[in-house]
């Protein structure tokens, strides 16, 4: 497989087999840090993962593919990230305040199209901040990243049943998120007349 020879490359320290890797996935990379951090952190976590990705190439066994092992690096690398930004913001806010959610650059045609979507991706995004980091992971890669409960266990070092126990409660917590907040807003979160 042409990972499988990239990586023998890279980990001998050829820096166009690495740059190949990263091509092919950084689009993998910054999708599930997106989805685990928001637009805050991703571009952050996708270079660090990068760096953790090139340092730890010659550990890289070839007994599950790079793509697995790559998940698993941006996980741990996610879930490092937001512990250290919940440390950070508990030292710098008294609790009361919410991180910003800044616009996304756009090149979207239609403003109004590009408005609901930034407002769903917000509420998204806020609604996935109440989910157990491990139910996050789960939920991301299982219902945002397409894997199966087999791929995810291996990628999460679970068993199955846990994978599948972990998706079904990130589901769960994160439609409640959701539906407690468009409770919120209809209960006079809304517009003030």
């Known amino acids: 497989m042409e990972d499988r020879r990239l990586v023998a490359r890279a980990s001998e320290g050829d820096v166009e087999a690495f740059a ?21 952190y991703a571009q952050d976590a996708s270079q660090e993962v990068w760096v953790r990705v090139w340092r730890n190439l010659k550990g890289f066994r070839s007994e599950s593919a790079f793509s697995t092992w790559l998940y698993r690096i941006t ?8 512990r250290r930004e919940a440390r950070r913001q508990k030292r710098e806010y008294s609790g009361e305040e919410m991180s910003y ?15 609901l ?15 157990r980091a491990e139910h996050r992971a789960a939920l991301v890669l299982r219902h945002m990243e397409g ?15 846990t994978a599948k126990g972990w998706a079904s409660r990130g589901r769960a917590a994160l439609l409640m998120a959701l539906a407690q907040e468009r409770g919120q807003e209809s209960m006079g979160g809304g517009d003030a007349s």
């Open 20 to 40: 190949k890797l990263v091509r092919a996935h950084s689009s993998l990379v910054y999708r599930v840090s997106l989805r685990m951090l928001g637009n805050d």
């Open 117 to 131: 979507s930034t407002e769903r991706r917000e509420e998204m995004e806020a609604a996935l901040r109440h989910v």
């Open 75 to 82: 996980l741990n690398t996610c879930l490092t990230t937001r």
């Open 147 to 161: 894997l199966s409960y087999a791929e995810i266990a291996e990628v999460l070092q679970v068993p199955d049943g």
């Open 101 to 115: 959610l800044p616009e996304p650059s756009g090149g979207d045609s239609d403003p109004e199209a590009a408005v």
